[in-house]
């Protein structure tokens, strides 16, 4: 696992509470519209139905509240730029747990509902600094809400692209907290000046070792859109379709991130 020495982005507390709630209500009010032909369908998570997907965000969430609900650890051990290279490690446990709550849950519009209102009281009830213990190690709530934006985020784009016609929105702070969250974590993958990648309108970050950029433009730059983005750095795309696919302008002999890419997994 790389380590996260570098500096960590601050988030707005506040905003990310509410990026965490309004993303959470855009995925909960398009499932209530999807109906028992739309959730058999498959996804592109290997063998997980569209009911499955909905459970795993629901347990993405939970996870907040699941947490709160057990003793605060004594000392935080975990920095947010650890979560993104934590997760591979609990992927089968995620993907039983996943298949287990589809089946206990077949009126998916109660369990959000449900989930929705408890993660609220929770969020009221605990400050951003209390500390939790997550699968990357002890962090603050604040720090482990932004990692939710990214859970949220990508599987909205994983729902997205099952169903024929959805269209769920993304909250504009949802979608650049995870925008950015993914950019550092390559930051810290790949640490260097040699190489500027550019997400507008929400990330800049300078990234592979080699000589430091220090004005005008830089003779290595790779830029993306946000969701584009967010596919490479979780693997939904591959560098290589999104060169030529013209999502991804990279230019220079250290622009090329398909060794670096996913970061996520």
Not at 127 to 155: C, I, K, Q
Not at 230 to 238: D, F, H, K, V
Request: hydrophobic share 45%; with cysteine; charged share 20%.
């Amino acid at each position: 696992m790389p380590t996260a020495k570098k500096r960590a982005r601050t988030y707005d507390p506040a905003k990310t509470r509410t990026a965490v709630l309004a993303q959470f209500g855009n995925v909960r009010e398009a499932v209530a519209g999807l109906g028992p032909e739309q959730l058999a369908l498959p996804t592109r998570l290997g063998e997980w139905t569209v009911r499955e997907l909905v459970a795993h965000i629901g347990m993405a969430v939970t996870a907040v509240h699941r947490a709160l609900d057990r003793p605060a650890p004594p000392a935080q051990d975990a920095v947010l730029l650890d979560w993104p290279f934590a997760t591979a490690a609990s992927s089968s446990a995620i993907a039983d747990f996943t298949r287990t709550l589809a089946e206990q849950h077949p009126d998916l519009g109660a369990y959000l509902a449900d989930i929705e209102q408890t993660l609220t009281g929770h969020l009221d009830a605990h400050p951003g600094t209390r500390l939790l213990e997550t699968n990357a190690g002890a962090m603050p709530l604040a720090d482990y809400l932004v990692t939710r934006t990214v859970e949220l985020v990508v599987h909205t784009d994983d729902l997205n692209a099952a169903v024929p016609g959805l269209a769920i929105p993304y909250d504009r702070q949802a979608l650049a907290a995870c925008t950015r969250l993914l950019a550092d974590a390559l930051a810290v993958k790949a640490p260097g000046g040699s190489t500027e990648v550019r997400i507008p309108p929400y990330a800049v970050v300078q990234c592979v070792e080699g000589p430091r950029h220090t004005r005008g433009t830089p003779p290595n730059f790779v830029e993306t859109d946000p969701l584009t983005w967010i596919r490479l750095a979780t693997g939904r795309t591959s560098w290589k379709d999104a060169v030529e696919e013209a999502k991804v302008r990279a230019s220079g002999e250290r622009a090329d991130l398909g060794g670096l890419l996913p970061i996520m997994s």
